[in-house]
């Protein structure tokens, strides 16, 4: 049986003490994360860097000693990849070229194209495998596809997805096309990333809770269930982790709908309901609301375990409910991950 915490609890293991580690763990409330980015001169030309991409995920592992490494890269590198423009604007994020019509999709490039691109990322892979401490997982990841879409369709990101949402409803076709490549692509993505060296792959889909009724099934469940069938198949024994961000009560039953191994909770749910509900399924991933690493003190140690409780009798990676912000002090992850390992 494998040692690394991560994957035995991936595996369906309780364990006497959760395995931690934390979204977006390598940024920007980190100094040493800001000095390796100016030294990189900007965002992208960090992410395209294999040395300095695997600097920042070994820096919290040096600093905090987290259970798994999270590959450092940004999910619009797979759309990049397939032809699309994309820059990062200081302060207001990503932009990209937007992909609305049938042409526009026709003009992107075949999935067999991406590795072109990518071939840095697996750079990284490559190094952090070679570097990561024995002990430490290693956590490749990709958007999911509506996640992507509704970034290449709006060229932005937006509060409600709206452009995506527009033109799923008016131009089903187009819509469906874009979805089907990315999921193609994020097939070929994670292998990659596998075959480079993650031991667990995670699917980041951050805007799943504003498609609703049956649009939740078949543009966030039906596709991560195919990448996740596809991995599966590709490469036996590779654990995946499904994140539906804002699943709210849908969360239950997704284990067996995805075939993921693990679901990752945001702070929407609360512990209690998801050891009711979800955690029945397998391991389940969470779920500290992220503005607790921003104002720390008791409230972050009674949170923490309390969450740590209530996830005690299956299989738990805990984690945040979503990514550590900028304005976080590293003293409050210390104070949280004290927390979880001296026993809850």
Not at 59 to 71: E, K, M, S, V
Not at 103 to 110: D, G, Q
Not at 259 to 268: E, S, T, Y
Not at 296 to 322: C, M, W
Request: charged fraction near 20%.
């Amino acid at each position: 049986m494998t040692q690394k915490t991560i994957l035995r609890a991936l595996a369906g293991e309780t364990l006497p003490t959760p395995p931690i580690w934390m979204m977006r763990q390598a940024g920007r409330y980190l100094p040493e994360y800001r000095a390796t980015r100016a030294q990189a001169g900007d965002f992208l030309s960090l992410c395209y860097n294999p040395e300095l991409a695997a600097e920042v995920t070994l820096q919290p592992i040096r600093r905090y000693g987290f259970d798994a490494a999270i590959l450092f890269a940004d999910i619009l590198l797979l759309p990049q990849a397939l032809g699309a423009d994309l820059w990062f604007v200081t302060g207001e994020g990503p932009r990209l070229s937007t992909v609305t019509t049938g042409a526009e999709l026709a003009a992107l490039k075949p999935k067999e194209a991406i590795h072109d691109t990518l071939s840095p990322v697996y750079e990284t892979v490559r190094i952090l495998s070679r570097e990561l401490p024995k002990e430490t997982t290693l956590i490749g990841f990709a958007g999911a596809p509506w996640t992507v879409a509704t970034y290449m369709i709006a060229g932005r990101g937006t509060p409600d997805q709206g452009p995506a949402h527009a033109l799923k409803d008016s131009d089903r076709a187009t819509f469906q096309g874009i979805i089907d490549l990315l999921t193609d692509a994020t097939v070929d993505y994670l292998s990659a990333q596998i075959e480079a060296g993650a031991e667990v792959v995670k699917i980041f889909d951050s805007w799943a809770g504003s498609l609703q009724g049956a649009d939740f099934h078949d543009f966030a469940v039906e596709p991560a269930r195919k990448i996740t069938a596809a991995i599966k198949e590709r490469h036996p024994g590779i654990p995946v982790i499904a994140f539906p961000r804002g699943a709210g009560e849908r969360y239950a039953g997704l284990h067996q709908a995805i075939g993921a191994d693990c679901i990752a909770l945001d702070d929407g749910v609360t512990a209690d309901w998801a050891a009711a509900n979800v955690q029945t399924g397998g391991c389940v991933q969470g779920n500290l609301k992220s503005s607790h690493m921003v104002t720390g003190g008791d409230d972050l140690v009674r949170e923490t375990r309390r969450i740590v409780d209530a996830l005690s009798k299956g299989p738990h990676i805990f984690n945040l409910g979503h990514g550590i912000t900028p304005d976080a002090d590293p003293e409050n992850v210390q104070l949280m991950i004290d927390t979880v390992r001296a026993g809850g």
